[in-house]
């Protein structure tokens, strides 16, 4: 004769891994804690003209593999944009978490800046900027590479990939911060777009922070 307690552990055991599964994946916050610090938000292009910015890596609003985060890999994504208005004499990119803030901001994963109005496109797994081309800052300091995703266990983060066209090109120092960049884009912005991709924790992070 089956027992009630052989039948109910197992049962139980079930749903407790199944909450543990549903936890992991859970959508992001309903309020994007730095929503109006974001780049696009703070920086906006004349007349509101936009890009089209996508990736081989996600849809836009789907899940960042893990491969390109820092959990696994830390590999560039790829992205490739629609071609910015005439007058467009460089692009800059601005990667930022807006559900994560650091010091009263989005934290900051990658920039880069002085990208040619020829280029549209940047491989996946790139490791070095186009010629012409530079790091700027991220979290770490100045002058740092891609630095994907790190998304502490809970809901999912929305991670911000912004493009923008701008009529100049930017003279960053070697130790320019978020604020230098933002300040030498201002008033040179022709349109701007991005492609949000949402992060995660892998079931066995832990208690990480998000960086």
Same mark, same amino acid.
């Given at each position: ?14 749903? #407790? *891994? ?7 994946? +859970?959508?992001?916050? !309903?309020?994007?804690? $730095? &929503?109006?610090? %974001? ?46 208005? #005439? *007058? ?7 990667? +930022?978490?807006?559900? !994560?803030?650091?010091? $009263? &901001?989005?934290? %900051? ?103």
């Amino acid at each position: 004769m089956i027992s009630y307690n052989s039948m109910i552990v197992p049962s139980l055991i079930f749903v #407790a *891994g199944l909450a543990r599964n549903v936890g992991a994946q +859970q959508g992001p916050p !309903a309020v994007e804690a $730095g &929503a109006s610090q %974001l780049a696009l938000a703070s920086i906006p292009a004349k007349g509101g003209a936009t890009l089209t910015v996508t990736t081989p890596a996600f849809k836009a609003g789907g899940d960042i593999p893990f491969e390109n985060t820092q959990y696994k890999g830390n590999v560039f994504p790829g992205l490739s944009w629609t071609a910015g208005p #005439a *007058g467009t004499k460089s692009y800059a990119i601005i990667m +930022q978490d807006g559900d !994560a803030m650091r010091n $009263g &901001a989005p934290i %900051l994963h990658w920039t880069m800046v002085n990208i040619p109005a020829s280029v549209t496109k940047l491989d996946a797994g790139m490791t070095s900027p186009p010629a012409g081309s530079e790091y700027g800052p991220n979290i770490r300091g100045a002058s740092q590479p891609y630095t994907g995703p790190r998304t502490p266990p809970g809901p999912k983060h929305r991670y911000h990939l912004q493009v923008f066209a701008l009529g100049t090109a930017i003279a960053l120092s070697s130790k320019a911060t978020y604020a230098d960049l933002t300040d030498a884009m201002k008033g040179q912005v022709l349109a701007s777009g991005e492609v949000i991709g949402l992060g995660r924790a892998p079931d066995d992070a832990g208690g990480q922070t998000s960086h």
